[in-house]
């Protein structure tokens, strides 16, 4: 039989972040599902003070039982005011939305679509294990359509042709400044980034170059080629809410290049376009609709992993969002399924979505849950040895 926790086996809960990360995504989700059913944003902050209890037992497996969790929700809403929801109800609500999230986390190892998942949790309602209003709330949840995605993505710009042309000039030993200034030439935006080069998070120095010819003399034509083929991508994240989305690109696009030069499984140059293009569904998510992306900032606000928001708010993830920009842009294959697994490693025979996984591993990018099975997988896949990914770590200086 359960007893109270003590303080020492409650701190220890607390301590550990992977519970705090479960709390997190149990009351964001509860919260989600309370605004559907209209509770009063007083509840709600209840509702998530709760939430963060709900694990404070030592062994973190089993939440409370509903008789604890009345006790603890009547603790997180004093005063309790008239009209509140009864404790058993909260608690219900907890552990609907403790199964939603506990099923996410367990993606890695069986995969499923949301819509999937709310079956499993119709079915759990069915045979009385939970509340079929809150399971229906969750399904009912303002969520976008592939289809308003796919609007979004229609009016994102073309894809910027000199960025390909760069890389594939950075292939050619053959390749000299002539015609680098060809490409740049033939591209206004590249033509307005290009003296900005010498500014790039890429490169060190601090002397500007006051032409390409002294930036692929002093830098070296591929690496030039890197900076321009970064450059034209540069005005899609203008906003300053996605310039992190912008760094960590770079930042993947660097370390993706450094896996493949290592483990000469992928191209190198390749293995960078896939990084620096590696999350442009996150950029498509969040041209969303505001009644949409609102409800994404919150739940980022309170800790959950921007793949977690995505599923919960979209009911799919920015690797979908991304093949569809791959379609919109008409990019090779390879590159968009790249994209579309690089947090799925285990589910596509693409080298390239490895090399993007193990890269936004390195990079420390908190997008989705780390996945041992798929770090193993990947790692596996390139022949590297975990002392060896361990070696691999960013290459950028960032601001
Ligand atoms: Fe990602
Ligand atoms: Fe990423």
């Given at each position: 039989m359960r007893t109270q926790p003590t303080p020492v086996e409650t701190k220890a809960v607390y301590d550990e972040p992977a519970i705090q990360a479960h709390c997190r995504r149990v009351g964001a989700t509860a919260v989600e599902v309370a605004r559907k059913l209209g509770w009063k944003g007083e509840q709600q902050r209840a509702l998530r003070a709760a939430a963060d209890s709900h694990?404070?037992?030592?062994?973190?497996?089993e939440p409370l039982p509903p008789r604890l969790m009345e006790h603890i929700w009547g603790f997180a809403a004093?005063?309790?005011?008239?009209?509140?929801?009864?404790g058993e109800e909260v608690a219900k609500l907890l552990e609907m939305s403790c199964f939603f999230v506990e099923r996410w986390e367990f993606l890695p190892y069986e995969a499923a679509r949301f819509e999937q998942m709310i079956e499993e949790l119709r079915f759990m309602a069915r045979d009385g294990f939970l509340e079929s209003a809150h399971v229906e709330g969750l399904a009912r949840v303002p969520r976008a359509s592939l289809e308003e995605v796919k609007a979004v993505v229609s009016k994102l710009p073309v894809f910027p042709a000199a960025a390909l042309k760069a890389m594939q000039l950075a292939?050619?030993?053959?390749?000299?400044a002539v015609q680098l200034e060809q490409i740049v030439g033939t591209d206004t935006v590249l033509a307005g980034e290009a003296p900005r080069m010498a500014n790039?998070?890429?490169?060190?120095?601090?002397t500007p170059y006051r032409s390409i010819r002294q930036a692929a003399a002093a830098m070296g034509i591929p690496e030039c080629c890197r900076i321009l083929s970064a450059a034209a991508f540069r005005p899609m994240f203008q906003s300053p809410l996605i310039r992190p989305l912008w760094r960590h690109s770079m930042e993947v696009a660097r370390i993706a290049e450094l896996l493949a030069r290592q483990t000469?499984?992928?191209?190198p140059e390749e293995a960078f376009l896939a990084g620096l293009i590696h999350d442009i569904g996150r950029l498509a998510l969040w041209k969303l609709p505001a009644r949409l992306t609102a409800h994404h900032t919150a739940l980022l606000d309170h800790g959950c992993e921007p793949m977690f928001a995505e599923v919960l708010l979209c009911g799919f993830d920015h690797c979908s969002a991304g093949r569809e920009v791959m379609r919109h842009w008409g990019l090779p294959d390879r590159l968009a399924e790249a994209v579309e697994y690089h947090h799925q490693p285990e589910q596509s025979d693409s080298v390239l979505a490895q090399v993007l996984y193990l890269a936004d591993h390195c990079s420390g990018s908190q997008e989705d849950l780390p996945s041992m099975a798929r770090l193993r997988h990947a790692r596996e896949r390139l022949g590297l040895t975990s002392e060896q990914l361990r070696a691999i770590s960013s290459p950028l200086p960032l601001s």
């Open positions: 694990h404070i037992f030592a062994n973190p497996v004093k005063p309790s005011a008239v009209g509140d929801p009864p292939r050619n030993p053959m390749a000299g790039s998070p890429f490169d060190a120095s601090t000469r499984k992928a191209e």
